[in-house]
């Protein structure tokens, strides 16, 4: 069983710039498209950005399309996301984990999460 570690969220202002990590601390994520997802109280989990399994190919959300990066490197097992020039609405925990189908839908992915990474973005 993959187990995924999410880490590098913290407190910043807006227009600030956070990098995130998700770390495979079980199991190998090199043949796995990857996403990350963010998830506020009260709301659904949605899709942020998702990479193929050779990093050549990427798709975002509109929220995220021109602020976030997201990139991996599979000889350390990691994906990551660069996220810039953030905003208030941007606040949230965010996961990382493997997608089963070509998606930004969080229906796509495997059913086992991590414990995420707190994002505050301050105004």
């Known amino acids: 069983q993959v187990q995924l570690v999410e880490s590098g969220g913290g407190l910043v202002q807006a227009g600030g710039s956070l990098k995130l990590s998700c770390v495979a601390s079980?199991?190998?994520?090199?043949?796995?498209?990857m996403g990350w997802y963010r998830q506020t109280p009260g709301k659904q989990r949605e899709g942020v950005a998702i990479i193929t399994p050779s990093g050549l190919t990427t798709q975002y959300s509109d929220s995220a399309k021109g602020r976030f990066t997201i990139s991996r490197d599979n000889a350390t097992n990691a994906i990551y996301l660069q996220m810039n020039n953030l905003e208030p609405e941007d606040t949230a925990i965010y996961y990382c984990?493997?997608?089963?189908?070509?998606?930004?839908?969080?229906?796509?992915?495997?059913?086992?999460w991590g414990p995420g990474t707190q994002v505050t973005v301050s105004s």
């Open positions: 984990n493997r997608i089963r189908v070509w998606s930004l839908d969080v229906q796509y992915t495997y059913s086992s």
């Open positions: 079980r199991g190998v994520i090199s043949l796995n498209a």
